[in-house]
């Protein structure tokens, strides 16, 4: 099963910019659609964007768009997710997770078909 890994978390200002990657142990994952989801403390799990397997297709959460973007490069087996912009309100733990029923879903992949999920990287915004 692929596994997954986040990095780039990390304690920023608000209005400062962050990058994320997720690294796939598996070249399957080139087949997958990818999904970032965030959870901060005391609140549930929040789905924030979401790219196909080509890259062609994005979906982002109403409170972020404009802000972040997500992309992905399939020859290292990475995706990204650029975050400009922060404030407090993006302060939580971040996943990555990936869709192994399909490449894309319309309008977005579903949270329920997203398996196996990453361990997470804190991302903290000072105000």
């Known amino acids: 099963q692929v596994q997954l890994a986040e990095s780039g978390g990390g304690l920023v200002q608000a209005g400062d910019s962050l990058r994320l990657s997720c690294a796939a142990s598996?070249?399957?994952?080139?087949?997958?659609?990818m999904g970032w989801f965030r959870q901060a403390p005391g609140k549930e799990r929040e789905y924030v964007a979401a790219?196909?397997?080509?890259?062609?297709?994005?979906w982002y959460t109403d409170s972020v768009k404009g802000r972040f973007t997500v992309s992905r490069d399939n020859a290292k087996n990475i995706v990204y997710l650029q975050m400009n912009n922060l404030n407090s309100d993006d302060t939580a733990v971040y996943y990555c997770?990936?869709?192994?029923?399909?490449?894309?879903?319309?309008?977005?992949?579903?949270?329920?078909?997203?398996?196996?999920w990453g361990q997470g990287t804190q991302v903290t915004v000072s105000s």
């Open positions: 997770a990936a869709d192994r029923t399909s490449g894309w879903r319309l309008p977005r992949p579903l949270i329920n078909d997203f398996n196996p």
């Open positions: 598996q070249r399957a994952f080139t087949t997958y659609a």
């Open positions: 790219i196909s397997n080509s890259g062609r297709n994005v």
